[in-house]
């Protein structure tokens, strides 16, 4: 049976941005200052959507097949196409997206889910196909942590020589793009097609009757002000326990003033504390640029924190993240004040079955000078590349072409305006926070190219992770690893630029 567009869908979609625009976004506050990666630093709360591509009106290829290779691990399988529509507004635009796209350019779409257990996606059979000359698939996607990197190894295609790819469109990621390039080579392109951009997001949440409860003030409040920071966060939540099951010790199962962990939570401060590591060069490749104080400085803060405040506590982590579901689960049940996590876990069954109601907003800042609330994303957002081996190369641009604009007009509004910020939030400074949180992204090469460069993005984690903060004498025990790790992928890099 032929898939037909749910009229229902744009519907939704125009009602709930009509509402915002009526109610909720009456109480946007323009004046709160969210990060971005301009030199200001400014910016207002306010995001638009929908942008069209610029592809020929009669661009058409006959009904030929584009082959993708993406993740089937839960929490990307539906990233780039689902298996039919369900009422679920976020799913429904996914379907109807694929359907634009096939009508649009005369194409079939054949998505290949690989790996249920790997978040990071298969990038190691990948290669192996790309580098046995295997041409079956024309668009592959994965995470940044694995993608970027194994571009050096000549498997990808620089997209700036692909026809019908304009990355100068608003659906892509500028950020991305500046920080990502290497000496004026791209290889791998996110943005709006990337619905893992916006749900793997770094946030914090708060329980309400608890905030009331131990009467803190409103963290909604603080945000505005610009007085939402480190140690704001530390001194609310510093004298907040109580042994709940009453064996005499703190563990999983007691109240506290905020759950944390020690992995990936430790790297969001990263972006939210401003501790860049690397910029890109005028010649186009990335060099260090770390500021050892600041970096010192808040891993310092990171540790008393974590580790010397008796209202925190951080959960460990097993296998797959699951101390981001053992927050989410004790947050629900009333146990925690604050927790950081993911915007995803709005999603989840215990935040949308939670009894008392919560807010979310940005991580905190490093202090009141710091000129806006930045927003780290997890490196396993979704990377789009076009392999080498493909015979397709300009098809499989049109049509990451157009997913990315059909995704800036559909799928990005249901999943932010309809979804995120009506049907898993519980109120308009909700809606207003996930605006300062979605404007304030930042990334940094030193994240973008983490696994090969070393563990230096890493550093705050694993220092955690040891219990031990002395961050200077990990730094220069380990910096000539790191820029000789530098020095090989640059290297790497430009033999491309020499082979082709």
């Known amino acids: ?120 996606g298969s990038i190691d059979k990948m290669q192996k196909m790309i580098l046995a000359g295997d041409d079956t698939y024309d668009i592959f996607t994965a995470s940044m942590y694995h993608v970027a990197p194994a571009a050096a190894n000549g498997i990808f295609t620089n997209l700036f020589d692909v026809e019908y790819i304009d990355t100068t469109k608003p659906y892509y990621t500028q950020d991305y793009i500046a920080k990502s ?118 891993v310092d803060k990171i540790f008393d924190l974590n580790w010397q405040t008796n209202g925190v506590h951080a959960y460990k982590e097993i296998s797959d993240n699951n101390e981001m579901t053992d927050l989410c689960n004790y947050f629900s049940q009333d146990h925690l004040v604050f927790i950081h996590n993911w915007l995803y876990a709005s999603e989840t069954s215990y935040l949308r079955d939670m009894k008392s109601d919560y807010g979310i907003i940005p991580y905190p800042k490093y202090d009141e000078n710091q000129d806006g609330y930045y927003t780290f994303q997890h490196d396993q957002i979704g990377l789009f590349t076009i392999p080498v081996t493909s015979t397709k190369k300009d098809m499989a641009g049109a049509v990451l072409e157009a997913m990315s604009s059909e995704s800036s007009k559909t799928v990005v509004p249901s999943y932010y305006e309809v979804a995120l910020k009506s049907k898993y939030s519980r109120d308009s400074e909700s809606a207003e926070m996930i605006d300062i949180i979605h404007s304030g992204h930042m990334l940094d090469p030193a994240w973008i190219y983490c696994s090969y460069i070393g563990d230096l993005a890493q550093a705050p984690r694993n220092l955690m992770l040891k219990e031990k903060r002395d961050f200077m004498s990990f730094y220069d025990s380990n910096k000539s690893k790191y820029q000789k790790n530098l020095d090989k992928l640059i290297k790497d890099f430009k033999s491309l630029e020499e082979t082709n």
Request: with cysteine; charged share 25%; hydrophobic share 35%.
């Open 1 to 120: 049976m032929k898939k037909t567009i749910s009229s229902m869908l744009l519907t939704t979609i125009f009602l709930s941005l009509l509402a915002s625009a009526s109610c909720g976004g009456g109480n946007v506050d323009t004046t709160v200052t969210s990060g971005t990666d301009t030199t200001s630093g400014e910016t207002t709360a306010e995001e638009k959507f929908g942008y069209d591509d610029d592809l020929p009106a009669d661009l058409n290829f006959g009904g030929e097949t584009i082959n993708v290779f993406s993740r089937a691990h839960f929490r990307f399988n539906d990233e780039v196409t689902v298996d039919e529509a369900n009422g679920d507004v976020v799913n429904d635009a996914i379907y109807d997206r694929e359907i634009a796209v096939e009508d649009s350019l005369g194409v079939k779409i054949e998505n290949f889910k690989d790996n249920p257990e790997a978040g990071h």
């Open 181 to 298: 390039q290497m000496g004026g080579n791209l290889y791998a392109i996110t943005g709006d097609i990337s619905l893992s951009l916006l749900r793997y997001s770094f946030a914090m949440y708060f329980n309400k009757t608890l905030i009331d409860s131990y009467g803190l003030k409103d963290p909604y409040a603080l945000v505005r002000d610009g007085k939402w920071t480190h140690d704001k966060l530390t001194s609310m939540v510093t004298d907040i326990y109580s042994d709940l099951n009453g064996d005499g010790k703190q563990d999983d199962e007691d109240l506290y003033g905020l759950g944390t962990s020690n992995v990936i939570i430790v790297d969001a401060y990263c972006s939210a504390y401003k501790m860049n590591m690397m910029d890109v060069g005028d010649d186009g490749f990335p060099y260090f640029s770390i500021d050892l104080d600041k970096f010192s400085s808040a």
